[in-house]
């Protein structure tokens, strides 16, 4: 069964950092390329990172550029975001999904059940 799950999220005060981790299952990542999309209540959903399947092209959110990174470890396969420096506006259900590429008109595949950050104080 392929599978993805996500996991760290959380409630964090501004300024505060949270590892997310997207975990493959039944499949391995390491031909794929994972995109993270984030979707805040009212919202529609918006690319946040993506990471090649070499790890050699990553894409940012401009309103992340500097405070998200974006790994991945294949030999675990499972993919990471970083977020340093939180802010209220980073609220939002963050899933994962399979890519074929970070080219922008890439389709999603697979996708996770999602995880919760919440940032507040």
């Known amino acids: 069964q392929v599978q993805l799950v996500e996991s760290g999220g959380g409630l964090v005060q501004p300024g505060g950092s949270l590892r997310l981790s997207c975990a493959a299952s039944g499949f391995t990542l390491d031909y794929f390329a994972i995109g993270w999309v984030r979707q805040a209540p009212g919202k529609e959903r918006e690319g946040v990172s993506c990471?090649?399947?070499?790890?050699?092209?990553?894409y940012y959110l401009a309103s992340v550029k500097g405070r998200f990174t974006i790994s991945r470890d294949n030999a675990k396969n499972t993919v990471y975001l970083q977020m340093n420096s939180l802010k209220p506006e980073d609220t939002a259900v963050y899933y994962c999904?399979?890519?074929?590429?970070?080219?922008?008109?890439?389709?999603?595949?697979?996708w996770g059940q999602g995880t919760q950050v919440t940032v507040s104080s």
């Open positions: 999904a399979t890519r074929a590429s970070c080219v922008p008109t890439a389709q999603y595949g697979d």
């Open positions: 990471i090649s399947s070499s790890g050699g092209s990553i």
